[in-house]
C-alpha cells in the first residue's frame, strides 16, 4: 500500500497512491488523516488497502492524477521523530577525520537522537535557511513508521510494529554541530526541519528487497543534477530497524507514528559515493588533507529517491532547493 | 484562563476549570481538544474566554466536580516538548559535584534538548519503571505552550507567542545519563514519559506574579509527603522564557502547542532546597563526600504544586508514584 498527504491545513489529507505512482484516490472517509489511519491501523488498514487495491485494478471512481508537488511530508508533523544512526561506518569515518577514536560500544549500542517533528518540510518545498555559514547539509536516510509499541519490546516484537516505510532528508546545520554537542546535549538549533519523501509504503511493496529490517536497494542521491552518491541501504547497516526500535522502547513505549530513522546512509565501498556532503569532505579530509565540496548554498538542489528492481520509482522523489529564509514582518 | 483535558482517547477533551480548582465545564464544542484550540488560539480563545468567565460567575450549565484524578497531561501528546535548563547555578553545581567546570558560554547560550512527546504521563498517573537500577528522578519545572512563532523571532516577539503554562515533572533516569552523554547524542533513554500539571493557565492568571518571562512563586516539591524544597522559580533564572523560545525558533519554526520548559527550578540559596534528587545528592557529596539520598524507589510518592500569594493551588497538583513495569505479554 502506498499512502500521501495533500496539503491541506495541518495534517494533510490522506489518499492512496497508485503502485506506479501516477495515479492517486481520496482516502479521507476512512482516515482524514495519516495519524489517523495510524490511531486505528489494524481496523483501518484493510479498508486501506482494498481501496488501494482497487486503485490499481483501475475499478476505483474518482481517480486523480497524482502530483507530489501537492503533497505535504506522509505526516506534516509528527508526535515522534527519533533517528538513529545505523551506518557506524559512517560515524568511524566522521571522527577518523577529525582524528578522535570511536569507541567500541559504538559497534553494539546505537546512536539515537530525539529529533523535532512538528513541523516537517513538503518533498518537493524549499529548504529555508537565514545563514549560509551555518553550513547546510542533506543527510539521505530510510525511516519507518510503527504502530503503538510497548515498552520494553524485543527486537522480534519490534520487528512486528513497522507498518510503514519513507525515505528522509535530515536537513543538518553542521557548523552548529560542534558547538552544540560540545554542551553535551545533543543536537537542537543544529538539527531544524526534516523532510520526508512524497510517499509511505507499507513493508510488503518492497518485496524481497526488504529482509532482516533492512531495505536492500540503493538509495539515490543527486546534487544539482549531479550523481552523488546511491549506497545500497541494506549494506553495513550495524543495526537494522527493529534493533533501533527495540533501543528507542527500552525505557518507554512508542505511540503509533513515531518515525524511526536509520541515519546517513554509507557503504564501506567508496565507489558508492555519499549520502551527505559531511561524509565527502571527511573522505576528502582522509585523501586530499582538507574538504573541498562546499555545503549547500542558495540556489543548490538535493534529490533522493529509490528505485525497485525494475527502475520505477517506490518513495516518490524529494527535491528541494535551500533558499534564504525571509524574516517576516513582527509586529513588535 | 485555566484549561484542562480529560481523558479521552488519545488527546483527551477539552475543559475549562474555575480559577479555584473547584469547577468544571466541558469545552469540547469550541475545541475538541487543546491542540485543536491552540491550532487556532486567536480565533478560539476569546470563546473560551468568555465560558471561563461564565463558569467564574456560576451563570454556566452543566457544571461539575472538577477532579484531576480525571485528567491527562493538558496536552496528551504534542508535537514538540524541549526542556531548557535556564536555572544555570543548578548546572553548574551538578557540574561541580562531578569535579568538571562549566564553560563561561553556559551564562549567556542556553542548554536545551529535545524530549519525547508522543505520550506523556497523566498528573495523577503512576511513574512505570523497569528497572529501580536505572535510577529514576523527578525534576520539578515550569513550561510554557506557545502558538506559532516564526523561525529567527526575536526575544521581544517570543513573548508574546507564550499562550499558556504548566508544571512539569520531567522524569529522569540518573544511571543512564552518563552513558547516553558520553555517545555525544544527547539523552534518550534516560528521559522517559514526562508529566504535566492537570491545568494549564493563561499567564494573566499569575497576576503579578508572571513578570519578564517568568513566574515569581515558589515551586512545592514533595518526596512522601516531606517538603523536598521550595525554591522560588522567578529567582536564578538565568534565561527567561522569551529567552529559551528565541534559542528554540533560531534555526526553525515553532509550532503551535510547542511545549518550552524551564529545566529544573534552583535556587542558590540551599535553604529552599532542591526540585530534583539529583541536585541534593550533589550538594550531600559537597557536603559529606558522599550522596545518602537515594533516587526513586517503587512505592515513593512525589507531588509537585505552586500556590498563588493567597495560597490556592494554581495548577493542581502533579501527584505521583512510582511502580514497577509489568512487560506486557506480546503476541511474538
Known amino acids: ?29 476512512i482516515a482524514f488523516t495519516l495519524q489517523d489511519a495510524l490511531d486505528e491501523w489494524a481496523t483501518l488498514s484493510p479498508l486501506l488497502q482494498a481501496r488501494y487495491d482497487a486503485l490499481n485494478a483501475n475499478t476505483v471512481s474518482g481517480r486523480f492524477v497524482f502530483d507530489p508537488n501537492q503533497c505535504a511530508s506522509p505526516l506534516p ?27 567500541e560500544s559504538f559497534w553494539t549500542d546505537p546512536l539515537m537522537y ?19 555559514s551555518w553550513g547546510c547539509d542533506f543527510e539521505a536516510e530510510v525511516a519507518v513508521i510503527t504502530d503503538d509499541t510497548p515498552m520494553a519490546a524485543s527486537v522480534s516484537d519490534a520487528s512486528t510494529h513497522i507498518k510503514l516505510l519513507m525515505l528522509v532528508n535530515d536537513v543538518s546545520l553542521r557548523n552548529l554541530i560542534p558547538g552544540e ?11 531544524p526541519a526534516s523532510s520526508f519523501s512524497p510517499v509511505a509504503v507499507t ?3 518492497l518485496g524481497d528487497s526488504w ?26 547497516m550495524t543495526f537494522d530497524f527493529s534493533e533501533l526500535i527495540a533501543h528507542a522502547a527500552k525505557s518507554r513505549p512508542l505511540s503509533a507514528g513515531t518515525i524511526i530513522g536509520s541515519g546517513t546512509v554509507s557503504n564501506l565501498d567508496r565507489s558508492k559515493g555519499s549520502c551527505c556532503i ?25 534529490s533522493i529517491e529509490m528505485h525497485d528492481k525494475e527502475g520505477r520509482s517506490i518513495f516518490g522523489r524529494i527535491e528541494q532547493t535551500v533558499v534564504p529564509y525571509q524574516i517576516a514582518e513582527q509586529g513588535k
Not at 9 to 15: F, T
Request: glycine letters at 8%.
Open 114 to 132: 530525539q529529533g523535532m517533528s512538528d513541523k516537517f518540510i513538503g518533498p518537493c518545498e524549499n529548504i529555508e535557511l537565514c545563514d549560509e
Open 181 to 191: 554537542l560540545a554542551k553535551g546535549f545533543g543536537f537542537f538549533q543544529s538539527k
Open 278 to 302: 559531511a561524509e565527502r569532505r571527511m573522505l576528502e579530509i582522509l585523501d586530499l588533507g582538507a574538504p573541498k565540496t562546499p555545503f549547500l548554498l542558495y540556489g543548490d538542489k538535493v
Open 1 to 29: 500500500m502506498k499512502l500521501a498527504s495533500l496539503k491541506h491545513r495541518r495534517d494533510g489529507k490522506l489518499i492512496l497512491v497508485s503502485r506506479d505512482l501516477s495515479q492517486a484516490v481520496d482516502a479521507s472517509d
Open 211 to 236: 529482509q532482516s529490517s533492512k531495505v536492500h536497494l540503493p538509495l539515490h542521491v543527486q546534487l544539482n543534477g549531479d550523481t552523488f552518491g546511491a549506497p545500497n541501504a541494506g549494506v553495513d
Open 77 to 103: 508533523r509528527a508526535y515522534q521523530w527519533a533517528d538513529g544512526s545505523a551506518y557506524v561506518n559512517h560515524v568511524e569515518l566522521v571522527r577518523k577525520a577529525r582524528g578522535a577514536d570511536m569507541p
Open 203 to 205: 513493508p510488503d511493496e
